[in-house]
């Protein structure tokens, strides 16, 4: 791990000062550009790690198009939420953004009219080659913004995720700990991580999205494929409120309970947790694999990754896809320009780079290339697990997309059971309200 990690520095460094002279890049140069053109980007790729795969595509696609000059904004996606609708609907908003997936965002932003169709653009640039029909069901609605995952295309996603556990190699080989295969040796393994003084799983909950992740990994291992796709795309009249929801939420508050979460969960970050798990706190944290970077720079620790396992070691889903899309402003003055740099945020090129920085691709490494791709380490770990639940057609989804106010209500009612405010029961009651509310409108 360490020799890796002394590739990966040289691997990167070695692309930062080879991009800065490049004469010449896989796309051909666009003959038709002669003025100057500003392009404004806004994505959330706000870690060193990822910000820095986006520099370097940045100045390669500027370099292959005269006159292109990209001028990018970078915002946490909680940021990037928050603002994006009204930027969009602005004259001088962004040629392209990054657009969260699911109905209260890019759902939101069709309803809108604020978005562009890709469709001619898939077929220009032959994108169903890059993605299959399940992954490009994830960026689709239809034009009225009410049908998630079917119509047009808004959306094309750089790269792919998936949520499982990270844990600390250095703490379990002190302890002759081994990862579990079943999720019955996870419990055994939490209750004995927390007998020996340490934080069983690093957590911090004060952001809210991250604890939805948290009760997701759980309740995957509970429902089917079939449930988690029509819960999140609001077909065939499935509700929240059901056993194996509670099970899940009973689970979470039990883990709560016997202290198995960092201490003062409620009142920590998303990111003050990943820096105390970076230091060495805590033998294991679960998240994505975007976290996966950070761990491979900058820390004396050595970490792995692994999918949270099934009951009795039974084949499950995990909350996976790809990450948040790239899409065109409708009002752009330059859609084709537009369309060009969403593609090669989705060539082979970008798939190269983001495989060295340690992020999964969503889309193939290519075949030949001169820069080599070390698996034996925490980005192979990552690999393995996505082409595992890729292979096993066990990709999930994220919950928060099922309704325009589910990602609110999840975060709210999360807090309370957590807090011990509510009862699992009462936990699930009140997300069916918020669902089946939603399902009735659509029905109108």
Not at 71 to 95: H, I, M, Q, W, Y
Not at 197 to 225: C, K, M, R
Not at 270 to 299: H, Q, R, V
């Amino acid at each position: 791990m360490k020799h890796f990690r002394n590739i990966f520095l040289v691997a990167m460094i070695s692309l930062l000062a080879l991009s800065s002279c490049l004469t010449a890049v896989t796309e051909e140069p666009m003959q038709d550009v002669v003025e100057e053109v500003n392009l404004l980007i806004w994505d959330q790729f706000y870690r060193p790690e990822e910000s820095a795969v986006i520099d370097i595509l940045n100045r390669e696609f500027e370099a292959s198009h005269p006159g292109v000059k990209i001028e990018r904004e970078v915002k946490v996606l909680d940021d990037l939420k928050l603002t994006v609708k009204l930027a969009l609907s602005e004259a001088d908003g962004p040629d392209v953004s990054q657009v969260n997936q699911g109905r209260s965002d890019m759902g939101e932003l069709v309803k809108a009219d604020l978005l562009l169709p890709l469709n001619d653009y898939s077929t220009k640039f032959e994108w169903a080659t890059v993605f299959s029909t399940s992954v490009a069901s994830r960026n689709s609605f239809t034009p009225d913004g009410k049908t998630f995952g079917q119509g047009n295309l808004y959306g094309v996603s750089p790269t792919a995720e998936v949520v499982g556990v990270f844990y600390n190699k250095g703490i379990f080989a002190d302890n002759d700990w081994t990862v579990p295969t079943t999720f019955e040796e996870f419990e055994t393994l939490l209750a004995e991580i927390k007998a020996a003084d340490v934080t069983p799983i690093s957590f911090g909950s004060l952001d809210g999205w991250n604890a939805i992740h948290e009760y997701s990994a759980i309740q995957h291992l509970l429902v089917s494929q079939d449930y988690i796709n029509d819960l999140t795309y609001g077909v065939n009249n499935v509700s929240f409120d059901t056993a194996e929801n509670r099970d899940a939420a009973q689970i979470l508050v039990d883990w709560a309970e016997a202290g198995y979460f960092t201490e003062g969960f409620a009142g920590i970050g998303y990111d003050d947790s990943n820096n105390n798990f970076k230091a060495g706190e805590g033998a294991m944290t679960i998240t994505g694999s975007w976290f996966a970077p950070e761990l491979m720079t900058g820390t004396d620790q050595e970490f792995g990754f692994f999918l949270l396992p099934g009951f009795s070691g039974k084949p499950t889903m995990a909350i996976g896809g790809v990450g948040v899309p790239y899409s065109i402003r409708k009002t752009t003055e330059n859609p084709d320009l537009a369309a060009e740099y969403l593609n090669w945020m989705i060539s082979p090129r970008a798939a190269e780079l983001w495989a060295v920085a340690g992020m999964l691709p969503a889309m193939s490494l290519p075949e030949e290339s001169d820069v080599k791709v070390e698996t034996d380490n925490l980005f192979g770990d990552t690999l393995f697990a996505w082409e595992t639940i890729n292979k096993n057609n066990a990709v999930g989804h994220y919950i928060d997309w099922a309704t325009p106010t589910f990602y609110d209500t999840l975060v709210a009612e999360l807090q309370k059971l957590l807090g011990g405010v509510s009862t699992p029961a009462d936990f699930t009651a009140a997300v069916e309200v918020d669902y089946a509310k939603f399902l009735s409108e659509q029905g109108e």
